[in-house]
């Protein structure tokens, strides 16, 4: 009995790992067919395809599921296609930025609005909450790309606007608007990032205890496993291990 449930309990990690991947290659896949659609289905001609392809790489997605994505775009298929900022508060009164690519807003909508009001949360108007954070994009390099110094030195270069450091990455912040020039300047001296993306930035943590940062990590769990959802932003503090955009 005990090697059944040693089994069970490894395929459940495996199965939940397998979900989250998939819908992760799916995130990646809606992410190039929009960029395709939106510029030339060319990267060499369109930053926004471009980083989303790298993205893809990054994680492994297979090149034919790359490809795929991009022959959507050119088949009309993403016409329908919307993208949509929701922005509420979560229990204990923390931000949350909910990024959606659908093809039904409708449905998204009720299906935003239905989790954040079972797990405690109220659902904003737009602007209500985006004040509180910074659009910026985000280049995120592993440890062992470059000293502490010299991926400080090598960001200015390349018009960063800040580089936080610690043990587990150098993640470099610019300007949204100018992410492509500074994620190409820094690939070309020191190689490709793990990741590439236009963020939302809290301005300032607010700490999240006790009741309020259960029912806030149960309601940034059910929106991150929403079909519709792309990512989740919040200002609330959860402590280094625990994230709500994916990212460590």
Known sequence: MAGHSK?????????????????????????????????????????RLRLAIANAKAESMPKENIERAIKKALGGDADTYEEIRYEGFGPGGAGLIVEVLTDNRNRAAANIRTLFGKHGGNLGETGSVAFMFDRLGRIIYPPAAMSDEAILEASIEAGAVDVESDGRAHTVFTAFEELAQVAEALERSIGPAHTTAVVWK???????????????????????????????????????????????
């Open 202 to 248: 809290a301005k300032s943590l607010v700490p999240a205890v006790g009741d309020s940062s259960v029912g806030l990590m149960k309601l940034i769990e059910s929106l991150e496993v929403d079909d519709d959802v792309l990512n989740v932003w919040t200002n609330a503090e959860l402590g280094d291990e625990e994230s709500a955009d994916g990212e460590p």
């Open 7 to 47: 089994f069970k309990n490894i395929q459940f990690r495996k199965d939940r790992q397998d979900a989250i991947r998939s819908k992760l290659f799916s995130k990646f896949s809606r992410d190039i067919t929009l960029a395709a659609k939106q510029g030339l289905p060319d990267p060499a001609a369109n930053s």
